[in-house]
């Protein structure tokens, strides 16, 4: 569980053990005996390069798919998550050892703001009854990651909407640009998602005629963690 931007890189570990079988028990007798699935939600992508890029670990050493040991694709139809499929030959001949998965996810404009996260679904299935008719075991993990946003509300002295006034949002030191410069609309308000904890500055860089720009503002973001829970909240600082 953790707190990230839109845009940034989440990683994740799966980790398993390959189960230990009857010594009378053969490859015939295993139906894809032992399958990792991973199903991120929509605010999570696995890019191309991401996927080239997931690492196989079993028994502390790198494992590269191939014909006798897994196979591994992205899922359809959307080509979200992936799926390894390890060979029933490998499953038998490596029983009992520790199996990792480590990949990389990024953040997309999909990505939800509020209590509900965005979760990454990890499913192992495996073969528990190799000498009956009955569906294969499977236990079910899930991690969140969540992601922040600011609302503005720009109001004159009479308390009325204020349309098109620009903010654009900084880094604490007010140097480097971390979101670009949104208009407020003719509610007055105006959205900064997808934020990371930490501390802004909030420039006003569009001032509407007969109206005087407000000062600088630093805001802090922080993020508290009960159990897999986190509560966001920020600060306006002079």
């Known amino acids: 569980t953790a707190v990230a931007e839109i845009g940034s890189t989440v990683s994740y570990a ?7 079988y009857d010594a009378s028990v053969s490859v015939k007798e295993l139906a894809n005996s032992f399958t990792i699935t991973d199903n991120p939600s929509d605010g999570l992508t ?9 690492s196989v670990k079993v028994g502390g050493a790198d494992v590269k798919a191939a014909d006798d040991t897994y196979k591994i694709q992205k899922n359809n139809p959307d080509d979200k ?3 390894i499929v390890f060979e ?15 990949f990389d996810a990024s953040i997309n ?6 209590d509900a996260g965005n979760p990454n679904n990890a499913e192992l299935s495996y073969t528990n009854n190799y000498f009956g008719t009955g569906n294969p ?9 969540y992601t922040t946003g600011i609302k503005i509300v720009k109001t004159d002295g009479k308390n009325t909407a204020l349309q098109g006034v620009g903010f654009t949002l ?7 640009v971390v979101k670009d410069e949104l208009k407020t609309d003719d509610k ?4 900064f998602k997808g934020l990371n904890a930490g501390t802004y500055t909030l420039k006003e860089t569009t001032t509407l005629t007969g109206y005087t720009k407000i000062a600088d503002s630093k805001i802090e973001i922080t993020a508290t963690k009960d159990g897999n829970t986190y509560t966001g909240t920020f600060t306006a600082k002079k």
């Open 170 to 176: 900084y880094s604490e030191d007010g140097n480097t």
């Open 88 to 102: 029933n030959s490998y499953v038998l001949a490596n029983q009992g050892k520790a199996v990792s998965v480590t």
């Open 109 to 114: 404009d999909f990505a939800v703001l509020k």
């Open 137 to 145: 075991a499977k236990e079910e993990g899930k991690t969140y990651v």
């Open 46 to 54: 696995i890019t191309d390069d991401q996927f080239k890029k997931i």
């Open 14 to 20: 799966i980790t398993s053990q390959i189960p230990r």
């Open 188 to 191: 007055g308000l105006i959205y």
């Open 81 to 83: 998550g992936f799926t």
